[in-house]
């Protein structure tokens, strides 16, 4: 028997996303529109509406595995960071494309970056079908962003991370937000970074348990 993943998505808005207080209209409105069965690979179409991360890619020594972020943490990301239609956004570890074909909906442009050129040919193939022609997928190192489009509105960091880079701060617009959570695990803080003045300046806003994003660990100094 196929899934009814329309009915599905519904289950997900309203079970998962709209029970850990996401109201912003627009982003329910995307989430119940995108079909995430389309992000993951065909023999994992039945898990896309879970309530947990989906492993869509493995690293390369074992530690380094990339997922497809569950939905309730994701909404609450997107809504912290509080997309206007006319924003340009900066998807940083954007994966299969789930994440930026949401905001495609919600942003005028999006800049979808991501390190493995396998998950990169994915996300494009993907959100072309879905019709994102404002979304553009770039290759890169995570942590230096994407400078050649910058400065952005918004930047989401789509996994946990020791601590947010200086390059990416530095792309922020004035009035520009960066959404990250920092720390690992139940240790894990979601904090908005917000310029004004040409001054960038963070703060917690909720726990967040999230897996890693490769990539940001940081580089601990060697002590005598």
Known sequence: MSADFSELRVKMVDGQVRTTDVTDAALLDAMLA???????????QALAYIDEDI?????????????????SPLAKL??????????SVLDVGCGTGYCAALLSRLAKSVIALESDAGLA????????????DNVTVVTGPLPQGHAAKAPYNVILIGGSVEEVPAALLGQLAEGGRLVAVEGQGNA???????????VVTGRRAFNAAIKPLPGFERIHAFEF
């Not at 040919?121 to 994102?132: D, I, P, V, Y």
């Open 34 to 44: 995108v079909p995430r069965e389309a992000f993951v690979g065909a023999g994992q």
């Open 55 to 71: 492993r869509i890619a493995d690293g390369a020594d074992g530690s380094g595995a990339r997922y497809l972020m569950e939905p």
């Open 78 to 87: 997107l809504q912290l960071a509080e997309i206007d239609a006319g924003d």
């Open 121 to 132: 040919e994915t996300a494009k193939a993907a959100l072309s079908a879905q019709g994102c």
């Open 188 to 198: 894990g803080v979601a904090r908005l970074f917000f310029k004004a003045g040409g």
